[in-house]
Structures are given as structure tokens and as C-alpha cells.
């Protein structure tokens, strides 16, 4: 997940939040302002709000830690980290590669789960270092309310991080720990599925039985997350299917040659109307004085202002070979996916020789898979 809005960069790392971390951030700052309301209804609602607001702040720079020290130790393994994204139901480290053995999938999954358990003593001890005790019940004092909700959330968030469902970082160690028995990274992969299914699947039984039997929301909740684990670990599944439908698969097996031209002078709405919509394709490459110069699709298209399209050229706004990400005839298709999928764009031109070979799209990719399950299954 990429993050929507950029908040800064850390040792390297673009850290950003995702829209629907605004909708959880709002709940978090209000569910404290009610907490701290209720238990201590003296407190002005300047202090309560102040409180609430701090509170939340730590909480999710707890998170970034959190994921930093994933991210940290990726990186000394190996393996880039390009963002860390918080989002609604917490926060990812972006890590470009998938781990090439058991030890690195195994350390970079269980810091995480470690850092939050640390990070909780830290601030238990802080309350404790300022004279608040396990034993007298409700904080007295703001200090302390923010300090030891701080301390246990950061508890419980590694408690539920080490639940071994995968993709949380427990389903990763116990997935790294079935890779190390079994020696097979793909056979790991459906056995932590597996468990992290049923986990997800008990997880809404639980949560279902605890909502009817009167627990309300929180039953709901833990319903919520057991249905979002058993999305997750159904894509993880589908994720390897597709990457082993596609093992040995090269780019030139996949692309399209057939590469309809357009000429650069060509003005955006003749390019719409006679060769978009002619022809149904949504890439073109462009050529300019007889040479390739680059590609043109409809997204490059949809960010020109309709009025100004019959004084813009194809050249104006098409994409130079020379600056965008192109890929050779001969790289494996796995990673030509993956590009697409970091770049965020649809297709990539193949260049083969500093000329032009074809063009691979997401779409081929899922044609090329929809074939060959259909071969199979037939
Ligand atoms: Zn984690």
C-alpha cells in the first residue's frame, strides 16, 4: 500500500498515511476523549481533549516504530524499504522483496512484535518512574492515564501481532518457521495460510457468539479483523498460485508485439476519437520523425482538460522511453509484475536492442493465467 499522504522521510524511508487511517485516527481521539471523560469527569474537556489528542499522536508514532524496526532490519538483510504506510487497521512496511530464506523472513517479522512489547514497558515504566502503581486503579492524573493506556495498548498490539494468521508478523514467524522444517518456501506459504483461515475464521465465530451474547461492539470488532485476516490470507494464496502459474514464465512469452503507432503531431482528439476509440487498445507508441520516441495510453490522456485536447499533441504529454521503466524480452514475468505493481502503472514498454520489442500489460499477465488454469482444469 502506498501512502495517500506524505508526512516526511526517515533514514530513507518515504512515511506516509493512507486515507483510511483518517477515519480510525477520528474514532481513536474521540473512543480516549470518552474514556478519560468517564473516569475522570473533574478533568476541564481542554485537558481531556489535549490529552486524547497527545495520546492518539504517541500511540501512532508508536506504530511507525513499530514498523521501522521491520523495516530496519530488512533493510540489513538485504531487502529495500521504499515507505511505511499507516492505514486503518495499523501500519506496513513496503518492503520491495520477499524474503530468500527462513532466517530474514523470521527476524524481519518477529522485531516488530518485540518493539511494541518494549515500547509498552517504556512507557509503563515512565508511569511507575512518576509514582503510578498497578494497584491503585484508575489513573489519578493525566500524566498517568496517557502513560499507561500507552503501556498496555503497546502490549496488547504485539500480543495480536504475534496471533500466527498470516500476513500479521506471528502468521510470518510461524510461516518462517514452517520454510525452516519443511524447506519449501511455497509449501510454508499454504500451510500459514491455512492456519491463518482458521484463525480468521474462529476469530468471527468468537466475536459473532460474544456480539449476540451482549458484548456489542467488541464482539463486532473482533468479527471485523477475523474477516479482514481471512481476506488476507485468501489473497497471500492466490498471490502464490499466480506466481507459480507463472515460474520460468518469460516476458516474451506473455507481451504483445503488435504494437499500434500513432504520429507524434497527431492532436489529442483525433487520437481519442480515431485511434482510442477505433481501436479499442489502450496503449500506442509514438513516433516522432520516423523513431520510437515513447508510449501514449489513456491515462496520460485523462489528465489533459477535455477543451484543451485539439491544441495538444501525442508528443506533448506521451511517455520518453528514456525516462519511464522498461523491461527486456528476456526478464522473468514475476518481476516485471512486480515492477508494474511498485511503479503503479498498467503496462511497460519491452525493449529488446534499444528498439522497441512490445508492450506487457497487467492484462496479459491475467490472460496468460486464466489460459493455462483453463488448460489445466480442462
Ligand atoms: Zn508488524
Known amino acids: 500500500m502506498r501512502p495517500s499522504i506524505r508526512l516526511g522521510r526517515f533514514f530513507g524511508i518515504d512515511i506516509g498515511v493512507h486515507y483510511s487511517w483518517l477515519i480510525i485516527a477520528f474514532l481513536i481521539v474521540f473512543s480516549l476523549a470518552s474514556n478519560f471523560e468517564l473516569t475522570n469527569p473533574q478533568w476541564p474537556p481542554l485537558v481531556i481533549w489535549s490529552l486524547a489528542v497527545i495520546t492518539a499522536l504517541l500511540f501512532f508514532a508508536s506504530i511507525v516504530v513499530h514498523e521501522l524496526a521491520h523495516a530496519a532490519v530488512a533493510i540489513r538483510r538485504g531487502m529495500p524499504v521504499r515507505s511505511i504506510t499507516l492505514f486503518a487497521l495499523g501500519g506496513v512496511a513496503n518492503i520491495e522483496k520477499e524474503s530468500t530464506d527462513a532466517k530474514s523472513e523470521f527476524w524481519t517479522a518477529i522485531v516488530g512484535p518485540i518493539t511494541s512489547f518494549v515500547i509498552g514497558l517504556v512507557f509503563l515504566g515512565l508511569a511507575h518512574a512518576t509514582g503510578w502503581r498497578p494497584g491503585l486503579g484508575t489513573p489519578a492524573s493525566p500524566l498517568w492515564a496517557g502513560l499507561v493506556w500507552l503501556g498496555y495498548i503497546n502490549i496488547a498490539l504485539a500480543l495480536f501481532n504475534m496471533i500466527p494468521g498470516y500476513p500479521l508478523d506471528g502468521g510470518r514467524v510461524f510461516r518462517a518457521i514452517a520454510w525452516r522444517i519443511t524447506g ?41 479483523i477475523g474477516w479482514f485476516l481471512s481476506q488476507a490470507a485468501a489473497a497471500s494464496y492466490a498471490e502464490l498460485e499466480a506466481s507459480a502459474a507463472l515460474t520460468g514464465v518469460r516476458v516474451r512469452d506473455v507481451m504483445s508485439e503488435e504494437c499500434p503507432s500513432v504520429d507524434g503531431n497527431t492532436n489529442l482528439r483525433t487520437f481519442a476519437e480515431d485511434y482510442l476509440l477505433h481501436s479499442g487498445r489502450r496503449c500506442f507508441v509514438v ?3 520516423g523513431r520510437q520516441a515513447g508510449l501514449v495510453t489513456v491515462h496520460e490522456l485523462k489528465h489533459v482538460d477535455r477543451q484543451r485536447w485539439p491544441f495538444t499533441t501525442v508528443s506533448e504529454i506521451a511517455l520518453s522511453f528514456d525516462r519511464i521503466r522498461t523491461v527486456s524480452p528476456d526478464m522473468d514475468v514475476t518481476q516485471a509484475l512486480q515492477i508494474m505493481l511498485r511503479e503503479d502503472v498498467n503496462q511497460l514498454p519491452v525493449i529488446s536492442n534499444g528498439k522497441l520489442a512490445g508492450v506487457i500489460s497487467r492484462g496479459h499477465i491475467l490472460q496468460f493465467i486464466q489460459t493455462r488454469a483453463e488448460l489445466k482444469a480442462a
Open 184 to 224: 519449501s518456501h511455497d509449501r510454508a506459504t499454504r500451510i500459514a495460510a491455512g492456519v491463518g483461515q482458521f484463525i480468521a475464521a474462529s476469530l468471527i465465530v468468537f466475536g459473532l457468539i460474544r456480539f449476540f451474547l451482549g458484548a456489542g461492539f467488541g464482539g463486532l470488532w473482533l468479527a471485523f
Open 287 to 289: 513516433v516522432e520523425n
